[in-house]
């Protein structure tokens, strides 16, 4: 799974009051349903398997003028699944932050603490600004606070040279997920030569 940050820009974001869609049934035996939280500038997504879930990213919009809370958003729309979903009994087996950026992991702390979270996935990554830094921080001091919790970081040190796929229990921790079997793997690729992406318009190769 991979994920971006690409700018947002549109009419004023809906509340976190209104009702969240979510379909009235589990998935069946054999299904997986992606849930694309809308969370604003960002992502979260919500993997959901018969027999568990995932959260990749969450979210981290928060204007100044108060419109827009993702994390408020974030956490309504886990409420109502779990709601749903009684059976998962309020647990998320992986929470997985794709990259350290403030409209990716701004949610983690809230949702740390609001539901059980039995493995924690991340890229190793040191936020560039503070204010991503600080919501890491806080994140991983909930981490600390809970042994638990399997972590794991995922830097490109796990991966032979030229790329591949990596995995392990604790990204994929589903292994009896009866009428399907989910395969959880990171990925990273690398492209050897020059394809021919020609030169930028400065006169640098493109491809370096």
Not at 141 to 150: R, W
Request: aromatic share 8%; charged share 20%; proline share 8%.
């Amino acid at each position: 799974l991979l994920s971006g940050c690409v700018s947002y820009a549109g009419s004023s974001p809906p509340s976190a009051s209104e009702p969240v869609p979510l379909s009235a049934s589990p998935p069946e035996n054999d299904a997986m349903r992606l849930h694309f939280i809308d969370v604003g500038q960002g992502s979260a997504t919500l993997v959901e398997f018969p027999c568990g879930a995932m959260l990749v990213d969450t979210g981290g919009e928060e204007d100044e003028y108060g419109r827009f809370r993702s994390t408020d958003k974030l956490s309504a729309y886990l409420t109502a699944f779990f709601a749903r979903r009684t059976d998962l009994n309020g647990t998320l087996d992986v929470l997985l932050l794709t990259h350290p950026h403030i409209d990716h992991i701004r949610g983690a702390e809230t949702v740390l603490k609001s539901w059980k979270v039995k493995n924690f996935v991340e890229n190793g990554q040191v936020p560039l600004l503070d204010i991503a830094q600080e919501a890491l921080k806080r994140a991983h001091d909930v981490l600390d606070a809970n042994p638990g919790v399997q972590r794991l970081a995922v830097t490109t040190d796990a991966f032979p040279k030229g790329g591949a796929a990596f995995s392990s229990p604790v990204l994929d921790p589903f292994p009896d997920c009866k009428g399907t079997d989910p395969v959880v793997s990171a990925l990273w690729g690398q492209v050897p030569r020059d394809p021919g992406w020609g030169e930028d318009d400065y006169g640098k190769a493109r491809f370096s």
